[in-house]
């Protein structure tokens, strides 16, 4: 008798791999920190190199420095502005040496300045238009006292946390930015507006991953 043919094998089911995992932001804010009077003339002098390396020293992940002016942007855990601002300077004094001031804001607040005073910027000279970085309102009060008084052809207009100071003939031959100086103690930090826009556009790209 004949044997009965077999059922042909069934092929084994594939099992289904893992899933794939979806790609995440990294944790923390993104902040951008602006030093005061580095590698001016000479003058405490703050390589970009090392400026990057205490960033990180500080746990802040991936910093990039902007010119050679003492900008950096990094991402770091969340934490009030100043208190970013404090660790800085404490670290720069601890490799350095000297004591160099530091400014921090978050990629939100960089954002909101440029809001805050693009009106005010528009149709001016980009490199003539500083932006007065202030870790506190308090900083900017006794300024106020300079918007009564006429300076033609610059201008002064006081915002939340920053000012902005638009000087005609450069900042060195400024007679506002002199007076402000002196109002405020030598307690802001300038950028021209030129580089707080770039700042803004690598805050972005930390935020979007490149």
Not at 128 to 156: C, D, I, M, N, Y
Not at 178 to 205: I, S
Request: glycine share 8%; proline share 8%; aromatic share 4%.
């Amino acid at each position: 008798m004949a044997a009965r043919a077999g059922k042909p094998a069934r092929p084994p089911r594939a099992r289904p791999g893992p899933a794939a995992t979806p790609a995440r932001t990294p944790a923390g804010r993104v902040y951008a920190a602006v030093l005061r009077g580095v590698n001016v003339g000479g003058a405490k002098p703050v390589p970009m190199a090392d400026l990057r390396a205490v960033a990180e020293s500080l746990g802040h992940a991936g910093p990039r420095t902007l010119l050679n002016s003492g900008n950096v942007v990094f991402r770091a855990r969340v934490a009030p502005a100043p208190a970013i601002a404090k660790a800085l300077e404490a670290a720069l004094a601890k490799r350095f040496g000297f004591e160099v001031p530091v400014v921090a804001v978050s990629a939100d607040d960089l954002r909101a300045i440029v809001k805050e005073h693009a009106k005010a910027a528009a149709g001016r000279e980009a490199a003539r238009t500083l932006v007065a970085f202030a870790q506190s309102p308090a900083v900017l009060a006794p300024a106020k006292s300079l918007l009564t008084q006429a300076w033609t052809p610059e201008k002064l207009w006081l915002g939340r946390s920053t000012a902005l100071l638009g000087c005609a003939s450069g900042i060195h031959a400024s007679e506002l930015a002199k007076a402000f100086d002196r109002a405020t103690k030598k307690a802001t930090t300038t950028r021209n507006w030129a580089t707080v826009l770039k700042l803004v556009a690598l805050a972005g790209e930390f935020e979007s991953g490149g």
